[in-house]
């Protein structure tokens, strides 16, 4: 069983940064891929972002190519989100997910064996 908790979230301006993390614990860290998932009110979960358990490989939705970055601290135990150039449309809850199914984790959410809580990011315009 895995534990993840997520923190980072707050209120930002359109054009501001923020950075989230996810803590796991409960089991090592390093045998699963990770993923970051958003849910905006009345829409369905989507995926925003993947990475490896190796870390050496990311995947990024459409929508935030470019403006965002998947890192993971193996020895720390924590995954990250760091979000620039951030849109109203960005505004979500945005939940941390863990998978051993797939080596580079991917967009799929039945691929993810465990979830956060989620972190609630608004952005103003």
């Known amino acids: 069983q895995v534990q993840l908790v997520e923190s980072g979230g707050g209120l930002v301006q359109a054009g501001g940064s923020l950075r989230l993390s996810c803590v796991a614990s409960?089991?090592?860290?390093?045998?699963?891929?990770m993923g970051w998932f958003r849910q905006a009110p009345g829409k369905e979960r989507e995926f925003v972002s993947a990475?490896?358990?190796?870390?050496?490989?990311?995947s990024y939705a459409d929508s935030v190519k470019g403006r965002f970055t998947i890192l993971r601290d193996n020895a720390k135990n924590t995954l990250y989100l760091q979000m620039n150039s951030l849109k109203p449309e960005d505004t979500a809850v945005y939940y941390c997910?863990?998978?051993?199914?797939?080596?580079?984790?991917?967009?799929?959410?039945?691929?993810?064996?465990?979830w956060g809580q989620g972190t609630q990011v608004t952005v103003s315009s």
């Open positions: 997910a863990a998978t051993s199914k797939t080596y580079y984790g991917g967009e799929r959410k039945d691929l993810y064996d465990y």
């Open positions: 409960g089991r090592t860290f390093s045998p699963y891929a």
């Open positions: 990475i490896s358990k190796s870390g050496a490989s990311t």
